[in-house]
């Protein structure tokens, strides 16, 4: 029997917002080609009749990669090809908080879940998108006087290490002395 030490886990096992991130229910249409037993796992009865157009129902994303054979997935609002458009277009304006607190994270999942074509466009999306917002994240964070606004959690998160960054250099320039924000009085 292997130790707790000898197991290999995914870096993101522990990351609490990876585990919300994948607890977003992703809409769906289930096929009849699943199993009955399914069901209650999502909160539905057993007795579901699913009609041939398939049934209507929403999945936590972390289900998705199991049955996603029996299923064909929605693209929440956020994650359409209009918002990917948008944010193809200018992501720096866009507001990714209100569209899903953790866009990146679930984005990345919603990925690998899709098909080919919808996967990969996804992906570009979600790369362009970081690409044109992360400077604004970085000024902000820099400038250190800023709430951060319109920010996604991964966003936040890195606007939280820059202002602590900031932070440390501060106070090595001005050689270790510890940093005030009180004013100095003549």
């Known amino acids: ?3 707790t030490d000898d197991l290999i886990v995914s ?3 522990y990351d609490l917002d990876d585990i919300l991130a994948q607890h977003t229910n992703i809409p769906c249409t289930i096929m009849n080609t699943i199993d009955k037993d399914f069901f209650p796992l999502i909160g539905l009865s057993e007795n579901v009749v699913i009609d041939p157009k398939g049934l209507k129902a929403e999945v936590p994303l972390w289900m998705l990669r ?3 054979e029996h299923c064909q997935i929605i693209l929440p ?3 359409n090809a209009a918002v990917q458009n948008v944010l193809l277009s200018n992501a720096s304006s866009a507001n990714l908080e209100r569209l899903q607190q953790y866009f990146y994270f679930v984005g990345m999942h919603l990925a690998d879940v899709l098909e080919r074509e919808d ?3 996804l992906s570009d999306c979600l790369v362009q998108t970081l690409v ?3 400077g604004d994240v970085v000024c902000k964070g820099l400038q250190g006087h800023t709430k951060p606004e319109k920010f996604d959690n991964m966003e936040k998160e890195l606007f939280q290490n820059i202002l602590v960054w900031r932070k440390e250099i501060m ?3 001005q050689g270790g002395k510890p940093i005030s924000n009180k004013r100095k009085h003549d």
């Open 11 to 13: 870096s993101k096992y």
């Open 132 to 134: 044109q917002r992360v």
């Open 171 to 173: 106070s090595w320039v």
């Open 1 to 3: 029997m292997a130790s």
């Open 66 to 68: 199991t049955i996603k």
């Open 119 to 121: 996967g990969q466009a």
């Open 77 to 79: 609002k956020a994650y």
